[in-house]
């Protein structure tokens, strides 16, 4: 099926809705797109549209999305709004399960404390890092790559971001390919963005009460288990899974079925 379009506060957002069936959205994470999630083969987005319309769609700025560069865009709050406008777009007033991952998830959290009668079931994937305080954020990883694209270009931090050790997790995982799909204008933008953006406070976030699947994966400073382990207190109807391997990840599109099917 082609794509649809919704032009948007600056950005015109590519979506697709395929099957039939109650609502399920998927939400990609940073550099990612809707056919890069594909290309990774870690989760199986068709699996997880079985019996269900899906709506997946490409975040601002990224894959066949567009956007301006300008870094508030890119906060977490913005990439949220596009979501409810797209919701708003296709299945107004609709419930919809949804889940997400890393900016994915995010937003997904988001969402759903600024509209929780939108949402039905979530599954939140690889949390990213949150709350931190104090010095030395880990947050602080993206604004000093937004800083380097400024000073050095995009090509070349391109070029080390691909010479660049994988995660432990995926040092074995050769499909494991995070190269951007942002053109080189967006990058900083977006980076910088992202670094000045948090998930929803502990006490927002407490107050959803949507059934809630939490996955994720450990040695990865940016989406700590800490995170996803912080959630997990937090929401009330929760369960939480760390994955220790790509076979373990790969374990999730049968994890997530089996949750929404509840």
């Known amino acids: 099926m082609a794509d649809r ?19 399920v959205g998927y939400a990609h994470g940073v550099f990612l797109s809707r056919a890069a999630v594909r290309r990774l083969e870690l989760l199986d987005l068709d699996a997880l549209g079985e019996g269900r319309r899906l709506l997946t769609y490409d975040q601002r700025g990224h ?11 890119y906060r977490f709050e913005g990439f949220t709004a596009d979501l409810l406008g797209v919701l708003d777009a296709v299945a107004p007033g609709e419930p919809i399960d949804f889940t997400g991952s890393s900016l994915g998830c995010a937003v997904a959290l988001h969402a759903a404390v600024a509209a929780p009668e939108r949402f039905g079931r979530l599954v939140v994937m690889i949390p990213p890092v949150a709350w931190e305080s104090g010095p030395n954020p880990a947050r602080q990883w993206y604004t000093d790559a937004a800083e380097q694209i400024e000073r050095e270009g995009a090509p ?6 691909a010479a660049a050790d994988p995660l432990p997790i995926f040092a074995d995982y050769p499909k ?11 990058l900083a933008p977006i980076l910088r963005g992202i670094g000045e953006s948090d998930l929803p406070s502990p006490e927002a976030v407490a107050t959803i009460t949507a059934p809630t699947l939490i996955l994720t994966w450990d040695t990865d400073p940016l989406h700590p288990v800490d995170t996803a382990e912080r959630l997990h207190e937090l929401l009330s109807d929760s369960r939480l899974h760390v994955a220790r391997s790509p076979g373990d990840v790969q374990t999730w599109s049968r994890r997530i079925g089996e949750f929404l099917a509840e």
């Open 156 to 161: 070349a931090w391109r070029a080390a971001w």
């Open 176 to 186: 494991f390919d995070m190269t951007p799909e942002i053109p080189d204008e967006l």
């Open 5 to 23: 379009f919704l032009t948007r506060d600056g950005a015109t957002i590519a979506y697709d809705i395929t099957g039939e069936g109650p609502l």
């Open 63 to 73: 894959g066949r999305s567009t956007g301006r560069p300008l870094a508030a865009d």
